[in-house]
């Protein structure tokens, strides 16, 4: 049996031998993201020979930057966020395929001079190319980016089917369904769906992508994962740090937009989806898109309502003193921004029905991870149900997504001695005990699959309004109140005392992450 028939996401990889020539012209070239993630990620991807044999990549920026100036720059990078170290050799035969190309993302002219560069490289290898326009920029300018790639041409470059261009946006992906409707239409002109890839980078996380070999390659886990099995589902989204010096942009984003929208609702829909009829990219996504659809409509009250928010205040993190929200640097007096919410979902189909969902993230909160925790009901305590030295409890699939990858089983088990006696212990499975842990990154992963064309990993347009449908609703009701239900909390605790009120209505509590 062959690696990808074994293992469903390994099919992108199975192809890339035959990856097609390709330009890839990342925009914010001279970004953070592009520089701690994308050009690492390019130079990893070039180790393990997954690049085409034909490639090249422009960086397009506003900065000013010779040639050889952006090679120094994206050398550095490697240096100091590559999961490898720098091979000569290696950069040797990458160095000289990286060129920069300087314009305003709102002048049509400067696009013009990217297509007759991109002309001239055609010229130059005597063939066609494949483009992808990997957007890593502010929101604020996606859409001239795109309208430009429309009106210069570039968004139908060529007649030939097999190089289609493509582009990959990054989130936000909108800040609410208007404004998520509105840039769907808008890319619409100019580009089908098959050649948009809207990215999250948690879909490319090792854990992420095994979630769905766990649930349907494994027959003791897919029969008891339904409403008669399973107690509730926590989703936890955990960062250590503030928001330090990205003050200005989180302000007006807040832990709902920022990590709710995207990221856990992300986790949420590949835990909860229906067996797909196929490893199709489509069949995928339609049933991630069922799920979405079916989750019903939050109550938006202040007591007995479905959210939470609240605000970090000063507290100790590791040890270390640091300040709450409101005294950091350019947030504003009148702030109502949440840097927690916690959320509780209900999902209306056959499956799911009176299974709640619970979601929390936040900032300065007791340690960075992140996790699905699948907690099944009690059994019946006929046999074990009395006296201080049977200590059961519910069972626990949790899978860690981030920082330490794997599975973790809890059960229920006898402890060695003459009288009978129990207490929970834990199976793990970690990837990196498993497979080493020089694990590929998540964009190493989704850059290669947008180069040959797998979606799989990607959001498609119905996905991300259908996620917007759920959340908008709550962002109206907390902007309407302002400062009213917000709450607070101690940098380094888990959150807020009333998110714990979100789970006690239905007799669960939040357990601890990581354990």
């Keep these: 049996m062959s690696e990808s028939s074994r293992h469903p996401f390994l099919t992108g990889l199975s192809k ?19 520089m701690r993630k994308l050009i690492p990620a390019l130079y990893n991807l070039s180790v393990d020979n997954l690049l085409p044999a034909d490639f090249k990549f422009i960086g397009f920026g506003r900065k000013q930057m010779p040639n050889e100036d952006f090679r120094e720059f994206s050398r550095k990078s490697i240096d100091d966020f590559s999961r490898r170290a720098m091979d000569a050799d290696t950069w040797a035969g990458l160095e000289s395929n990286f060129e ?108 992420v992508q095994d979630l769905l070999v766990q649930r349907f390659a494994n027959s003791i886990f897919e029969p008891i994962w339904n409403r008669e099995y399973v107690s509730n589902v926590q989703i936890t989204v955990a ?65 007995g309502g479905d959210a939470i928010r609240a605000q970090y205040t000063e507290g100790l993190v590791e040890g270390k003193r640091v300040p709450g929200y409101m005294e950091e640097e350019g947030v504003p007096a009148s702030s109502f921004t949440e840097t927690y919410s916690a959320l509780r979902l209900s999902i209306n189909n056959w499956r799911w029905k009176g299974v709640p969902f619970y979601l929390r993230s936040g900032k300065r909160m007791a340690r960075r991870i992140s996790e699905i925790a699948v907690q099944f009901k009690q ?17 626990v699939m949790v899978i860690r997504v981030q920082p330490d990858e794997g599975v973790t089983l809890i059960m229920n088990s006898k402890v060695p001695g003459l009288e009978t006696r129990t207490q929970p212990v834990k199976m793990h499975f970690n990837y990196s005990t498993t497979y080493g842990s020089n694990t590929p990154e998540a964009y190493e992963r989704l850059i290669l699959d947008s180069m040959i064309g ?39 605790s888990w959150g807020p005392l009333a998110s714990e009120r979100l789970l006690w209505e239905n007799k669960h509590e939040w357990r601890r992450p990581g354990n």
């Excluded at 890339?16 to 970004?31: C, D, E, M, Q, W």
């Excluded at 069922?290 to 009250?301: C, G, H, R």
């Excluded at 059994?379 to 069972?395: A, W």
């Excluded at 259908?466 to 959340?471: D, M, P, T």
Aim: hydrophobic share 35%.
């Design 454 to 492: 797998d979606s799989t990993l990607f959001i498609r347009g119905d996905e991300t309004e259908e996620s917007w449908r759920i959340i908008t609703p709550l962002l109206d009701f907390w902007k309407e109140y302002g400062k009213t239900g917000l709450e607070h909390y101690t940098a380094g």
């Design 239 to 303: 960062e250590q740090l503030g928001v330090g010096t990205r003050a200005g942009y989180y302000d007006q984003s807040g832990a709902l937009r920022d990590m709710i929208q995207n990221h856990t609702m992300q986790l949420l829909s590949l835990t909860a989806m229906e067996p797909p009829v196929s490893l199709d990219p489509e069949s995928i996504r339609d049933e991630k898109v069922k799920v979405l659809k079916a989750i019903q409509p939050l109550k938006l009250k202040h007591e």
């Design 100 to 207: 920069y190309h300087c314009g305003a993302y709102d002048d049509l002219e400067a696009f013009k001079g990217l297509q007759n560069r991109i002309l001239e490289i055609e010229k130059e290898y005597n063939r066609r190319f494949q483009l992808l326009f990997y957007i890593s920029t502010p929101p604020s300018v996606f859409e001239p980016i795109i309208t430009h790639l429309g009106e210069c041409g570039l968004a139908n470059h060529g007649s030939d089917e097999e190089l289609i261009p493509k582009v990959v946006i990054e989130k936000p992906f909108g800040k609410d369904l208007e404004s998520a409707r509105a840039l769907n239409t808008i890319i619409a002109k100019h580009f089908r769906e098959e050649q948009i890839y809207r990215i999250d980078h948690y879909l490319g996380k090792e854990t």
């Design 379 to 395: 059994p019946p305590g006929i046999l074990f149900g009395e006296g201080n030295k049977y200590d059961i409890t519910s069972n």
């Design 16 to 34: 890339h031998r035959g990856a097609k020539p390709t330009i890839l012209v990342i925009f914010g070239a001279s970004g953070d993201l592009t």
